[in-house]
């Protein structure tokens, strides 16, 4: 079953714009991490934001955690046509050592 | 510095055959993972290693071996291939972390082995 359910399931939006999608998951945690895969690549990791944390900023990513909703987002700002891709939520479940469990993930295109 | 290598990226099979995925890391990680990834499923993990000599079931295990008999590789064999098994299967590595044992760090992914099964 899956742990962390993205929403939405796709996000199309224009160059510059701001873009934010959204993970909710079943049980408590370790750590929440947030991947991107390219189409026809392998997945690439993004940003890693622990169970004890609320928020965390890379870059043009910021990542919140809400562990009473069981819920993250990822804010991509100012986003670029290379932002064009696919990004998974992961959670780390506490109790279940050094596993991920993905999410099915956002499918974001940005317009040129 | 290659990271994390599979072989092959491509293959078609036909039902009953056999085959072996090899996935490579050359980063000296403790832990692998085998996942497959099936379209509006994201990836569901098959098997782990947490070390040389170690192997684990995951999520959805059955239908699948794998090896882990040196610490830079981990193998995933298909004994008796099925449609079902049609899929685009990812290794990944991960380093050990420091602090509590069951803290899950980064993973570092290969590019993927896409597989048809007929």
């Known amino acids: 079953s899956q742990q962390g359910e993205e929403d939405p399931q796709a996000l199309s939006i224009q160059e510059g714009e701001n873009a934010t999608m959204n993970c909710s998951y079943k049980?408590?945690?370790?750590?929440l991490q947030w991947y991107r895969q390219n189409s026809g690549r392998g997945l690439v990791h993004l940003i890693l934001?622990?169970?004890?944390?609320r928020e965390k900023h890379s870059g043009r990513l910021r990542v919140t955690l809400d562990t009473s909703k069981k819920s993250s987002s990822l804010l991509i700002t100012a986003s670029r046509a290379a932002d064009t891709a696919s990004y998974f939520c992961a959670t780390a479940p506490l109790g279940s050592a050094r596993q991920l469990t993905f999410g099915s993930g956002t499918q974001l295109t940005v317009l040129p | 510095n290659a990271g994390v290598t599979q072989t092959p990226k491509f293959r078609v099979l036909k039902t009953g055959q056999s085959m072996t995925l090899l996935c490579a890391q050359d980063?000296?990680?403790?832990?692998m993972y085998w996942y497959r990834q099936d379209p509006g499923m994201g990836l569901r993990l098959i098997h782990y290693s947490v070390g040389e000599g170690t192997t684990a079931k995951g999520e959805v295990p059955d239908g699948y071996n794998v090896s882990r008999l040196k610490k830079q590789n981990f193998l995933l064999g298909l004994e008796s291939a099925a449609p079902s098994q049609t899929s685009v299967y990812f290794c990944a590595s991960s380093p050990m972390t420091s602090g509590r044992a069951w803290n899950t760090g980064e993973l570092f992914f290969g590019e993927g082995s896409r597989l048809t099964v007929l």
């Open positions: 934001i622990r169970s004890n944390e």
């Open positions: 049980t408590s945690i370790n750590n």
């Open positions: 980063m000296n990680h403790e832990y």
